[in-house]
Nanobody, 125 residues
Framework: QGQMEESGGGSVQAGGSQKLSCTTPEFTSGSCGWDWYRQAEGKQREWVGGISRDGRPGYIDSVKGRFTISRVNVNNTVLLQMNNLKPDDTATYYC???????????????????WGQGTQVTVSS
């Protein structure tokens, strides 16, 4: 645990773009997927999307068509490309690892066994 690290946060105006990166341990068969969560001030942590070990992405409805999650196998990095950002996207973004033992459990923070420290994204109107 504690091996994941996000980078790339910052401030951007509405309509702009940001790319977040997450370095992870080596991609192994013991992994089910790598996901992104976010937490806005005063709100619960919210699942944004993720990519499975076989490369299939999934997203929450509010970011579909704007956010793209991809995996770079060469350097064990998971990327979150965010376009057309909105003030409601303002939050601390976390990457998280889901072990293969949790593959068939619901998407819930309790089923992710490693988290990054988070990176702040602020979108101004």
């Amino acid at each position: 645990q504690g091996q994941m690290e996000e980078s790339g946060g910052g401030s951007v105006q509405a309509g702009g773009s940001q790319k977040l990166s997450c370095t992870t341990p080596e991609f192994t068969s013991g992994s089910c997927g790598w996901d992104w969560y976010r937490q806005a001030e005063g709100k619960q942590r919210e699942w944004v999307g993720g990519i499975s070990r076989d490369g299939r992405p999934g997203y929450i409805d509010s970011v579909k068509g704007r956010f793209t999650i991809s995996r770079v196998n060469v350097n064990n990095t998971v990327l979150l490309q965010m376009n057309n950002l909105k003030p409601d996207d303002t939050a601390t973004y976390y990457c998280a690892h889901r072990s293969s033992i949790y593959c068939y459990d619901p998407i819930s923070p309790r089923y992710f066994d490693d988290w990054g420290q988070g990176t702040q994204v602020t979108v101004s109107s």
